[in-house]
Protein backbone atom coordinates (compact mmCIF):
# COMPACT_ATOMS: atom_id res chain seq x y z
CA UNK A 1 0.00 0.00 0.00
CA UNK A 2 1.58 3.37 -0.49
CA UNK A 3 1.62 6.13 2.26
CA UNK A 4 -0.58 9.86 2.20
CA UNK A 5 2.72 11.10 0.67
CA UNK A 6 3.33 8.81 -2.33
CA UNK A 7 0.30 9.24 -3.40
CA UNK A 8 0.35 13.00 -3.90
CA UNK A 9 3.70 12.76 -5.12
CA UNK A 10 2.43 10.45 -7.66
CA UNK A 11 -0.91 12.79 -8.43
CA UNK A 12 0.95 15.76 -7.89
CA UNK A 13 1.98 16.35 -11.71
CA UNK A 14 -1.60 15.53 -13.09
CA UNK A 15 -2.91 18.39 -10.95
CA UNK A 16 0.34 20.96 -12.03
CA UNK A 17 0.00 20.04 -15.80
CA UNK A 18 -4.37 20.42 -15.26
CA UNK A 19 -3.76 23.69 -14.10
CA UNK A 20 -1.43 25.71 -16.23
CA UNK A 21 -2.88 28.70 -18.00
CA UNK A 22 -4.76 27.70 -21.31
CA UNK A 23 -6.07 29.45 -23.54
CA UNK A 24 -9.35 28.42 -24.70
CA UNK A 25 -10.64 29.83 -27.90
CA UNK A 26 -12.41 33.27 -26.73
CA UNK A 27 -11.33 36.41 -28.69
CA UNK A 28 -10.52 39.30 -26.13
CA UNK A 29 -12.31 41.88 -26.67
CA UNK A 30 -10.07 44.80 -25.99
CA UNK A 31 -6.94 43.62 -28.47
CA UNK A 32 -8.91 40.39 -30.29
CA UNK A 33 -6.09 37.88 -28.98
CA UNK A 34 -6.55 34.49 -27.34
CA UNK A 35 -7.77 34.49 -23.99
CA UNK A 36 -6.15 31.96 -21.36
CA UNK A 37 -8.34 31.05 -18.28
CA UNK A 38 -6.43 31.93 -15.03
CA UNK A 39 -7.06 28.58 -13.25
CA UNK A 40 -8.25 26.27 -15.08
CA UNK A 41 -8.81 24.03 -12.08
CA UNK A 42 -11.18 26.69 -10.33
CA UNK A 43 -14.49 27.50 -11.19
CA UNK A 44 -16.56 30.12 -9.37
CA UNK A 45 -19.21 28.95 -7.59
CA UNK A 46 -21.71 31.95 -8.92
CA UNK A 47 -25.07 32.07 -10.81
CA UNK A 48 -23.87 30.68 -13.73
CA UNK A 49 -20.48 29.40 -12.64
CA UNK A 50 -17.91 31.80 -13.85
CA UNK A 51 -13.89 30.64 -14.42
CA UNK A 52 -11.58 33.65 -14.41
CA UNK A 53 -9.97 34.73 -18.02
CA UNK A 54 -6.99 36.64 -18.77
CA UNK A 55 -4.94 38.36 -22.13
CA UNK A 56 -1.55 39.13 -22.37
CA UNK A 57 -2.55 42.67 -23.32
CA UNK A 58 -3.87 43.48 -19.49
CA UNK A 59 -7.46 42.66 -20.00
CA UNK A 60 -9.26 40.39 -16.83
CA UNK A 61 -12.70 39.15 -17.01
CA UNK A 62 -14.89 36.12 -16.09
CA UNK A 63 -16.26 33.69 -18.71
CA UNK A 64 -19.70 31.01 -18.39
CA UNK A 65 -17.79 27.78 -17.05
Known amino acids: MKTLEEHN???RPMHDMANERSRNGI?????K???MDSNPMVTLTSYPPQKNVHCE?????????
Open 33 to 35: HEL
Open 57 to 65: CGYSGYRIA
Open 9 to 11: QDR
Open 27 to 31: ECPDC
